[in-house]
């Protein structure tokens, strides 16, 4: 199985590897706090994919900054997201659901209870997971316990900003207060820590976890993220 490598070019650093395990989809994302990658950057990161036998690509979820080299090289918008922040000033009271720190043990059944709570596009493999956990210099990998692990979430710190990295809950457990416990835990970690504000994004289409960060004090942001999508095939980049 191919495993994430680095590409560079000059001062941009692109991670790529299998999307899904899948052997010809490449997923391309950028260094956390890097400045906006160059089109020859991108370009370069395109013909190594094309070397290694990828015939298409996805990037990450891209800001405003992060996407025209990407739509200069020939990527197409795939899916927009929501952007929404919290002020930490704020964070909700009580934990009402059993919370503690994940087992490496458990990674497996974080992975399988993941897909069951996605679609296929935004489920996360033990690589996906790996790189959530490492995206951000400090980590918190919680999770909710109800015999078997019913929900867990993954926050990261940069410097003064936090972020919710992901969070999921089992179809099994859903509307119980589970995803609200884990969001409440990452606010009050984040706040503890130094942190001056969260965010996090969610599908567009996800109106039960824009209706939960919405409850909870986050505010949907003027600005959107992307993901983006190229065919790398002969003919699919100009």
């Given at each position: ?16 590897g299998p999307w899904h395990g899948e052997a010809h989809v ?213």
């Amino acid at each position: 199985m191919r495993r994430r490598s680095t590409v560079a070019w000059g001062r941009d650093r692109f991670r790529v590897g299998p999307w899904h395990g899948e052997a010809h989809v490449a997923y391309i994302s950028l260094q956390p706090e890097s400045p906006p990658p160059s089109v020859d950057g991108v370009r370069t990161c395109m013909d190594h994919l094309v070397e290694r036998g990828y015939t298409s690509a996805l990037t990450s979820a891209l800001n405003d900054t992060e996407q025209p080299a990407f739509v200069r090289a020939g990527f197409v918008p795939h899916e927009a997201l929501y952007v929404l922040a919290h002020d930490l000033h704020d964070v909700p009271g009580e934990i009402t659901h059993r919370l503690r720190r994940a087992r490496r043990s458990e990674r497996h059944e974080v992975i399988s209870l993941d897909n069951m709570a996605f679609d296929h596009f935004w489920r996360l493999d033990q690589v996906g997971l790996d790189e959530a956990l490492a995206a951000t210099p400090v980590a918190r990998f919680r999770v909710a316990v109800d015999e078997a692990v019913a929900g867990y979430a993954i926050t990261g710190r940069a410097g003064i900003n936090g972020y919710v990295q992901r969070l999921a809950v089992h179809p099994a457990h859903q509307r119980v207060g589970i995803g609200r416990a884990l969001v409440v835990d990452a606010l009050d970690w984040l706040r503890r820590r130094g942190a001056r504000l969260a965010l996090v994004n969610t599908q567009k289409t996800n109106a039960a976890a824009l209706g939960l960060y919405e409850r909870l004090g986050f505010v949907r942001q003027p600005s959107e993220l992307t993901v983006f999508t190229v065919d790398l095939a002969p003919g699919g980049v100009t």
